[in-house]
């Protein structure tokens, strides 16, 4: 019988959640709503199994954008995910964020991408492809954004266009809970953790937290 899955994107101020079943999108609720995800969660949790008349006990497991990414949408929607998936029983499937980006884009199969992550600081990775599916060549990496601004050839970005020419030709990619749902999909065996109390969020960045005196 084919899983059904139920997908999350809060690593960037897109909330995206989706429906996927055969590898097929049933549905997928998206929108840009900054610093907003722990509210919408849930409401586009219903309206995703609304649209394709399912129910939270008919999803065999859960799908998440595990980073690299936004700090903080990235601690809700895995904290939401859990959650979740302690209530119900159900297993998490992790899906790197710049990964998921790179497969939105299959058709062109892009060797690299940009991720922005703060100030002038994004998120490197490098990618092979086989069968028109990516892998990751090395972990991701934070560099300045300067570093490639150098004539390199970046296959694409994401949320960096502030630092492009109007006339530069560079794929910009937007996150979306469908490309996250799919290669969960495609990579079910692979990826799922039956019990996954010790998941945390790949960050990347060297992220301290101040205390007060």
């Known amino acids: 019988m084919s899983k059904v899955l139920l997908s999350f994107e809060t690593s960037s101020t897109i909330c995206s959640t989706a429906i996927i079943q055969n590898n097929d999108v049933l549905s997928c609720v998206e929108e840009l709503c900054p610093r907003e995800h722990n509210e919408r969660l849930p409401q586009f949790i219903n309206t995703t199994l609304g649209d394709c008349n399912k129910t939270i006990e008919e999803i065999d497991a859960l799908a998440i954008s595990i980073g690299p990414g936004s700090f903080t949408g990235l601690r809700i929607g895995l904290g939401f995910c859990k959650g979740l998936a302690y209530s119900k029983g159900l297993p998490i499937i992790p899906v790197p964020t710049m990964l998921s980006l790179a497969f939105a884009l299959k058709d062109r199969e892009p060797k690299n991408g940009i991720l922005h992550s703060h100030s002038k600081k994004v998120f490197y990775q490098g990618f092979d492809w086989e069968n028109n599916l990516p892998k990751m060549k090395d972990k991701a990496v934070v560099n300045n954004i300067d570093k490639y601004l150098d004539g390199r050839e970046i296959g694409f970005h994401s949320n960096c266009g502030n630092f492009f020419n109007a006339d530069d030709s560079i794929q910009e990619v937007i996150h979306s809970?469908?490309?996250?749902?799919?290669?969960?999909?495609?990579?079910?065996?692979?990826?799922?953790?039956?019990?996954?109390?010790?998941?945390?969020?790949?960050?990347?960045?060297?992220?301290?937290?101040?205390?007060?005196?």
């Not at 495609?186 to 937290?209: C, Q, T």
């Open 177 to 213: 809970a469908r490309h996250i749902g799919l290669l969960a999909s495609l990579f079910f065996d692979e990826w799922i953790i039956h019990k996954p109390y010790g998941l945390v969020p790949e960050y990347i960045a060297p992220f301290k937290i101040k205390r007060s005196v």
